[in-house]
């Protein structure tokens, strides 16, 4: 129990994906703009990792491993999240037409987002179970979410700003990205992870 | 042989088994589209000028389905508007027909120029260079910025005034946004009389840059019966709201800044 809460908040908070190990930056640049897609694009990367960590794993452990081809890792990750997400864009596309507006070109973009793609890979080095890997995949999503939301957050006041005009637009979007960053690496050493 | 072998078919039978189960999902969650958007799509101009304010006519014809305006078109005007009420079972929208209109009568004749203009035939260009060649900076400049965006071949230069062939115009509002000096204006097709004037300095300099400017003098304010006429920083506007076409004030106007043009119904 005390392992799975580790991996929980070492992954939201200490080793975050985007803000630590800075995997899955376009998406937290891109959409990142207005909290509500935030919110949604956060929602479908946590739903797609969390379910390409479970398959992921379960198809290392049972097809690739027995076999000896530990060497198709990537391109089978790629090919299974790929897949999942096409699946995620159709459901969201019956479901909440809104939502899958809202998302519109991020969503297939997952389909080639380092994060998910580095949770699965991470997954496996680790050397995690099946519920680690569900819990580390879940926790990373909520981390990508957390700091998307945070940062949509920042922008939206920065709107507002008086900005100089050399750091308009993406300028100023990378430095306030670095200082969330910077504020984040607070949590090294927390719990002794 | 099973080195290879087994990679190959472990890969491809992970690919087939996903095609499927996408294919089958896609089956199973499919999202009909809506009909009613491909019959209105193919009953708008395609003209994708954007006049009814959505990105082209395909965008249109979505907003039209998912319940926007059917009068916002104003290339197909009331002809469509009526068949778009048909459709969406609404009641059918008035629906005037507005088209652009160049307000300044700045030939080379009535102006006089400044200096000879040998840069980029672009209004904008020239309009950087002094406000233009014309001596009237509020004026025309006659290089056919506006010719060039109309989709509809409404908009003649001649002698260094764009005019508009106003049976042509669509009120798109394309030329509208291209004009540097802001001197087209949207008026109703059915108005018959305007000022064709923007200068808006005072009457004597605005007399001195060209020959037919509004100098503000007010005898057509006072003329016109409907009251329809005011005087806006030392320029006449008529308003067409008002306007009943009488003639009245083209009469009185000592330097023949009001025209009369060919509108229409």
Not at chain 1, 117 to 133: F, K, M, Q
Request: hydrophobic share 45%.
């Amino acid at each position: 129990m005390k392992e799975i809460l580790l991996i929980a908040l070492g992954a939201i908070l200490v080793n975050n994906f985007v803000l630590s190990k800075f995997l899955g930056i376009c998406p937290f640049l891109g959409v990142s703009k207005k909290s509500s897609t935030a919110f949604g694009m956060g929602g479908a990367v946590i739903f797609v990792m969390t379910l390409s960590s479970a398959v992921t794993w379960t198809v290392y452990k049972f097809l690739l491993e027995p076999n000896g081809l530990d060497y198709l890792q990537t391109i089978v990750f790629i090919l299974v999240i790929a897949a999942l997400v096409q699946f995620v864009e159709i459901v969201l596309k019956r479901f909440i037409p809104a939502l899958f507006k809202a998302l519109g070109i991020y969503l297939p973009l997952i389909t080639t987002n380092c994060a998910v793609l580095g949770s699965a890979l991470l997954n496996i080095e680790s050397n995690y179970n099946l519920l680690h890997s569900v819990v580390f995949g879940l926790s990373a999503g909520v981390g990508f979410t957390l700091a998307l939301i945070l940062f949509s957050g920042i922008r939206e006041k920065l709107e507002f700003c008086d900005i100089p005009d050399a750091f308009q637009g993406l300028p100023i979007t990378f430095i306030a990205a670095a200082l969330v960053s910077v504020a984040f690496t607070g949590f090294k050493g927390l719990f002794g992870i | 042989m099973t080195e290879i072998g087994i990679p190959v078919i472990i890969v491809s039978g992970l690919g087939l088994l996903f095609g499927l189960l996408l294919s089958y999902a896609s089956k199973k969650f499919e999202v009909k589209p809506d009909e009613k958007i491909e019959i209105i799509r193919g009953l708008l101009p395609g003209a994708n000028c954007g006049a009814c304010g959505f990105t082209g006519c395909d965008l249109y014809a979505e907003a039209v389905a998912g319940g926007a305006g059917i009068n916002l078109c104003p290339v197909g005007g009331m002809d469509l508007a009526e068949k778009l009420a048909e459709i969406m079972g609404k009641e059918t929208a008035a629906c005037e027909k507005y088209i652009a209109r160049v307000m300044c009568k700045g030939t080379w004749d009535n102006v006089s120029i400044k200096y000879d203009y040998d840069g980029i035939v672009d209004c904008r260009a020239a309009a950087q260079m002094a406000g233009g060649p014309s001596s009237c900076i509020y004026g025309c400049e006659g290089m056919g910025s506006c010719k060039k965006v109309c989709l509809f071949g409404a908009i003649e230069v001649e002698n260094g005034l764009a005019r508009i062939i106003e049976e042509k115009c669509a009120g798109c509002g394309k030329c509208i946004a291209e004009c540097p000096k802001g001197i087209i204006k949207m008026v109703p097709a059915r108005s018959e009389y305007s000022v064709s004037c923007s200068n808006h300095e005072k009457g004597a300099v605005a007399r001195k840059n060209c020959k037919v400017a509004c100098i503000a003098c007010q005898r057509c304010v006072k003329e016109c019966p409907e009251n329809a006429i005011t005087i806006v920083d030392y320029c006449a506007v008529i308003d067409p709201g008002k306007c009943v076409n009488c003639g009245k004030c083209i009469l009185v106007c000592p330097t023949g800044a009001i025209s009369k043009y060919t509108g229409y119904q």
